[in-house]
């Protein structure tokens, strides 16, 4: 069992089916704190866990709405106010659509369910069965995650995890600025720039990951695409904005530049902050290098970011095939 801050990987498992997963974050324990573990676990969860990751700890979760004696302890609290608001009609035609979800996408429907009534999530369900399959894998993780971060509060309740001990007086008022830029390494190398500024740029944050991320899938492959060169851009000039007659390539400053890993997501490519800059991003990737014999040397991406949407998350990958490539705003 989990004691003095220390996790086990079977005290992770039954917070997150996915071994890999569990075996990072109990490496990483001890943790000081709950919020510790939380930002390691998203930190591990987005940027570690590939895709066969993330579909194990799916296949680790009953269909909503099971009442099956293995059903676990966590679940059936989790689901009780379901549960206890479904009437017959309800409950079956859960059970209708949690097949048809599970037909077209290929695993379990994933959702936070905690203090949700059986109405509210059939139409959820409902909602995002229309969703394309990439977009819900990234919505089905994006659950995952809040079940796992509710999962680890009980863990830690539970259990009466207490801090690890600590060596020495000043870690022990370890700064978050410092916290972060230790999870920025894991994420890429920062800048020189932003270590300086370490405190005026992180020292607040409560991202665990930069505003701007991407990765790349080879859908002619059905794989990820490791190894592509990746360069992230904001436009700098004031007196216009790029557009299709505005395509001045001076007006474009460099922000930070990556290459894919095995999982075909980038490093980091700028600072963690609260809020990003608004303005127009490029993204670019160098496709030439990865696919010789295909149609475009490289793709471009350019997106606004408004000044009401500072504090979002904008993920823009590419899923990328010889003679065709596609977008969308992710998770």
Known sequence: MATRGQLSVDDVLRVNGSRRFAAALAAASPFASLADARLAARRIW???????????????????????????KWCKEEQSAALSTATDSTAQELAEWNARYREKFGFVFMICASGRTAPEVLAELKRRYENRPIVELEGAAQEELKITELRL??????????????????????????????IGAHLGALSQHSANKATELTGSSNRTRPPITTHVLDVARGSPASGIEVHLEMWKDAS??????????????????????????SGQLMDIVDRVA??????????????????FPYVSIIFEIKKNQTTEHFHVPLLHSPFSFTTYRGS
């Open 278 to 295: 608004p303005g127009f991003y490029r993204i670019s990737f160098n496709t030439s290098k990865y696919a010789p014999s295909g149609f």
């Open 46 to 72: 987005l940027n570690e866990v590939d895709v066969n990751g993330w579909l194990e700890a799916f296949a680790a979760h009953p269909a909503i709405g099971t009442t099956s004696s293995s059903v676990s």
């Open 153 to 182: 509060a009980k863990l830690f309740a539970s259990e009466a995890v207490a801090p690890p001990p600590v060596v020495g007086g000043p870690i022990q008022s370890e700064k978050a600025a410092d916290r972060m830029r230790i």
């Open 240 to 265: 216009a904005p790029p557009s299709f007659n505005n395509q001045d390539f001076n007006g474009w400053a460099t922000v930070g530049s990556s290459v894919t890993n095995n999982d075909g997501r």
